[in-house]
């Protein structure tokens, strides 16, 4: 079993900056990826990133691209999402997800969740 606390959200003006962070624990193994997805009201859970175990490897999503950031520290079994120029459009609940298909964009494809942290960005 993996848990994830995700922790870091809150209220930012459009422009800003904020950084997600996921604590994971519990049984985990190389070659896992962890990926940030994030829900608006009335809208699909939509993927934003995923990071390799190694930490070499990210995938974005084209709207983020340029903005976000992933990173991960092993020691501390934390992976980071680093959310620059932030916008309004951004507002969502953020999840992290853990799962063993390398860069998958698809919520199937991962097996553990944590329970989202609130990103509201305003104008």
């Known amino acids: 079993q993996v848990q994830l606390v995700e922790s870091g959200g809150g209220l930012v003006q459009a422009g800003g900056s904020l950084r997600l962070s996921c604590a994971a624990s519990?049984?985990?193994?190389?070659?896992?990826?962890m990926g940030w997805f994030r829900q608006a009201p009335g809208k699909e859970r939509e993927f934003v990133g995923a990071?390799?175990?190694?930490?070499?490897?990210?995938y974005y999503t084209d709207s983020v691209k340029g903005r976000f950031t992933i990173s991960k520290d092993n020691a501390k079994n934390t992976v980071y999402l680093q959310m620059n120029s932030l916008k309004p459009e951004d507002t969502a609940v953020y999840y992290c997800a853990w799962g063993v298909v390398g860069g998958s964009s698809s919520v199937s494809q991962y097996r553990y969740w944590g329970q989202g942290t609130q990103v509201t960005v305003s104008s």
């Open positions: 519990g049984r985990t193994v190389s070659s896992y990826f």
């Open positions: 990071i390799s175990w190694s930490g070499r490897t990210t």
